[in-house]
């Protein structure tokens, strides 16, 4: 990723966090996509899920791009996901990609196909990590 794409990466960011419904709607999208992922938000707060995503997806940008800080983040929450705790299989993490994939494409205003290709190297980089610390 160079710093060009990266900065383009926070702006689409940037436009689809101050769009009200961005992280309503992915949870929506995520929930819809399998009833064993809505399974697992059965008992869950959603108000302070969505603000655990904000950030969480910041680490992930972040740690695309090497930061040694947010690898600290991703891994905790590598570990908080792992067969030992929350117990988050790979197939699931597919289908959170491709949700993110869908709620940016309805909030971001200016989304375009290199704009998405940058999403998922970015967000892989991240998920592989922790898919292999499963
Ligand atoms: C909890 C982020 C993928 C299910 C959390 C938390 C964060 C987070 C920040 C709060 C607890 C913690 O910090 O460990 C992310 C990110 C993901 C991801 C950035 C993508 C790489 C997934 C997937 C699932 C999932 C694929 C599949 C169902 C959950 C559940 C909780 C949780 C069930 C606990 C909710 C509760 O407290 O009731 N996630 N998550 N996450 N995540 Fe994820």
Known sequence: ???EQLNQLKL??????VSPKFFDDFYQIFFASSPAIQERFKNTDMEAQKALLRHGLS???????GSHAAELKVNRL???HDRTHMDIPAWMYEKWIESLIKAISIHDK???D???DQWNQTMQVGINYMIAKY
């Open 78 to 80: 590598a570990e908080s």
């Open 12 to 17: 689409s960011y940037g436009r689809c966090t």
């Open 110 to 112: 200016k989304i375009n």
């Open 1 to 3: 990723l160079t710093e």
């Open 114 to 116: 290199r704009l998405i």
């Open 59 to 65: 680490h992930l940008i972040k740690f695309a791009v």
